[in-house]
C-alpha cells in the first residue's frame, strides 16, 4: 500500500500570520526552510483563516465544517461523535498520528490549568497515537498524556522547549512507520504569546531593532509593545523553521519524501501592534491571512520550473478536503470546505475556484483586548474585502491598491455600488453554508 497511497505530515503552528517568513518580505525573520517549502512545493500565498481563533479555526481543520455548524467560539467543544479527517484516513488503511495543543474539548480555563486537563479517548478525534494537551501557554512547561494504540498513558512533562519536543515524537512516529502510509500530525503552541523561544533563538533579535509593518499606528505604547513581542514572535518562528527542516531533512534520509507530502499551516495570526490591535479575533490580513504550504511528493506532485503560488482563496474548511485531496482519498460529503489540491497534484484538473471565502465571528470570545461583537466578512477572489457587523457595515477595503487597509471605505458614499455588490455576495455565501447572520439592507 505504501507505494500507492502518499503520506501526509500537518505541521501545524498557532498563531502565525504568513506576513512573517523571510520570503514574504518579513527583513526581521530568516526562514529558509519555510522558504524552501514555497520555493519548491505550492505556497497558496492567499490563505485566509475565516474564523481567526483557536478553537473555531481547528475545529473546521478536522472536520470541514464551518464554526457554526461545528465549534462556534473559544472554549466550545468538538460536537461529540464528529467525524474527524482521522476517520477518512483510518477507513482508507493509514496510520494516525496526533502530537500536541488540541483545545477541543471545551474544557474552562477558569475551572484550572489546561494543559493538565484529560481529555477523554472518545474525545481524541479517532487518532490511532494521540499525545496531547487541552491548551497552554508555557513552552517550557508542557505536558502529555493520551494514547499509542491501546495502552493510555498519563500527564508527563515534555523535555525542553515543546515546539522541538514534539517534533523529537514526530520524527520517531515516522521512522516507526516509514513503511507504511500515515497521516501525522504535530501541534505547537509557539509562536503564540507569551512569544517566547530557545535562548539561542532568543539572542538574534533585539527589540529595539524590530522594524514594524506600515499600519503600526505611530503611538508610542502601541510601538514598543509591538517590538518587544515580536522579538520573541520572530525568535518562535525561527525556531520553528528549524524543525521543519528537520522534519525535512529525515524525511530525505529515509527516502521516503518522495512519496510524503508535509503541509505546513496555522490556525490564525496575529495583529502585533497592525491598526492598534494585538492577538486575532479581527479581520484584519495579519489576522485571517495564513502560511500554507504544500512539499514534497514527489512521485506525485506538480513540478513547475520555479516557485509556484496558488492564489486559491483555501479558508480553513478547505484544509480536510485539500489534504484528503493530496492523498487521492474520497471527499466526504458532509464537509462544506472544497478539495484545492491539484496545483500539487500531477495530472490533477483544475478544480473550481472559490470566488470568496468567507470569514466569521459567530462567539466573541469576551476577552478584554479582543473585538467583543459578531461579524461576517468576505474576501473576494478579484482583490476586496467586506465585513459588517450585524446590520451595519463595518470594513471595506481594496487590498489590490490597499493592501495594509489603511482607507476604510465602509462608509463612503462613492463606494455605495460596491458596498452593495459585496453585501449581496456576503449573504449568497452565508446562504449556501447555512449561516442566518443578520446582514446590512441598502436600498437600490
Known amino acids: 500500500m505504501s507505494s500507492d497511497r502518499p503520506n501526509i505530515i500537518w505541521f501545524m503552528v498557532d498563531q502565525m500570520r504568513t506576513q512573517s517568513m523571510s520570503i514574504s518580505g518579513d527583513p526581521d525573520l530568516c526562514t529558509p526552510n519555510l522558504d524552501r517549502m514555497a520555493r519548491e512545493g505550492v505556497w497558496y500565498d492567499q490563505a485566509r483563516s475565516g474564523f481567526p481563533l483557536c478553537c473555531p479555526a481547528r475545529g473546521s481543520f478536522l472536520t470541514g465544517l464551518y464554526p457554526h455548524r461545528c465549534v462556534p467560539g473559544h472554549e466550545h467543544p468538538l460536537p461529540p461523535g464528529a467525524p474527524t479527517i482521522a476517520d477518512a484516513f483510518r477507513s482508507a488503511g493509514y496510520?494516525?498520528?496526533?502530537?500536541?495543543?488540541?483545545?477541543l474539548d471545551g474544557f474552562r480555563e477558569h475551572r484550572g490549568r489546561a494543559a493538565l486537563h484529560t481529555v477523554a479517548r472518545e474525545r481524541r478525534g479517532a487518532f490511532d497515537t494521540w499525545l496531547g494537551y487541552e491548551n497552554n501557554n508555557a513552552a517550557w512547561d508542557s505536558w502529555l498524556h493520551g494514547h499509542r494504540d491501546a495502552e493510555e498513558l498519563g500527564h508527563h512533562r515534555l523535555p525542553g522547549f515543546e515546539t522541538g519536543a514534539l517534533t523529537d515524537l514526530l520524527l520517531e512516529e515516522i521512522t516507526a512507520n516509514r513503511d507504511r502510509p500515515f497521516f501525522a500530525c504535530v501541534?505547537?503552541?509557539?509562536?503564540?504569546?507569551?512569544?517566547?523561544?530557545?535562548?539561542?533563538?532568543?539572542?538574534?533579535?533585539?527589540?529595539?531593532?524590530?522594524?514594524?509593518?506600515?499600519?503600526?499606528?505611530?503611538?508610542?505604547?502601541?510601538?514598543?509593545?509591538?517590538?518587544?513581542?515580536?522579538?520573541?514572535?520572530?525568535?518562535?518562528?525561527?525556531?520553528?523553521?528549524?524543525?521543519?527542516?528537520?522534519?525535512?531533512?529525515?524525511?530525505?534520509?529515509?527516502?521516503?519524501?518522495?512519496?510524503?507530502?508535509?503541509?505546513?499551516?496555522?490556525?490564525?495570526?496575529?495583529?502585533?501592534?497592525?491598526?492598534?490591535?494585538?492577538?486575532?479575533?479581527?479581520?484584519?490580513?495579519e489576522s485571517i491571512r495564513v502560511p500554507f504550504l504544500v512539499h514534497g511528493g514527489w512521485r506525485w506532485a506538480y513540478r513547475p520550473f520555479g516557485p509556484h503560488r496558488s492564489n486559491a482563496l483555501l479558508n480553513h474548511v478547505d484544509v480536510a478536503p485539500t489534504t484528503l485531496g493530496l492523498a487521492r482519498l474520497p471527499i466526504p460529503a458532509a464537509m462544506q470546505g472544497l478539495d484545492l489540491s491539484a496545483p500539487a497534484v500531477a495530472g490533477r484538473a483544475p478544480e473550481r475556484q472559490p470566488e470568496a471565502a468567507l470569514l466569521q465571528c459567530v462567539i466573541p470570545t469576551g476577552h478584554s483586548r479582543s473585538v467583543d461583537l459578531p461579524w461576517r466578512g468576505l474576501v473576494s477572489r478579484d482583490g476586496w474585502k467586506y465585513v459588517a457587523l450585524a446590520g451595519a457595515p463595518w470594513l471595506m477595503f481594496d487590498l489590490n491598491e490597499d493592501p495594509l487597509e489603511l482607507v476604510n471605505l465602509a462608509q463612503y458614499a462613492e463606494a455605495a455600488p460596491r458596498r452593495r455588490q459585496l453585501n449581496a455576495q456576503l449573504g449568497q455565501l452565508l446562504a449556501e453554508v447555512g449561516d442566518s447572520f443578520p446582514l446590512p439592507r441598502f436600498a437600490d
Not at 509591538?226 to 525556531?239: F, H, K, P, Q, S
Open 187 to 285: 501541534s505547537v503552541q509557539p509562536p503564540h504569546d507569551p512569544c517566547t523561544a530557545p535562548a539561542e533563538a532568543l539572542a538574534r533579535h533585539n527589540p529595539a531593532a524590530v522594524r514594524l509593518r506600515g499600519n503600526v499606528p505611530p503611538i508610542a505604547r502601541i510601538q514598543d509593545e509591538a517590538r518587544t513581542a515580536l522579538a520573541g514572535y520572530n525568535a518562535a518562528i525561527e525556531d520553528i523553521d528549524r524543525n521543519v527542516g528537520r522534519v525535512l531533512d529525515l524525511l530525505r534520509t529515509l527516502g521516503i519524501d518522495d512519496r510524503t507530502y508535509v503541509i505546513f499551516l496555522s490556525d490564525h495570526g496575529d495583529q502585533m501592534g497592525s491598526h492598534g490591535h494585538f492577538r486575532k479575533m479581527c479581520p484584519y490580513e
Open 95 to 103: 496510520r494516525t498520528a496526533w502530537y500536541g495543543k488540541w483545545h
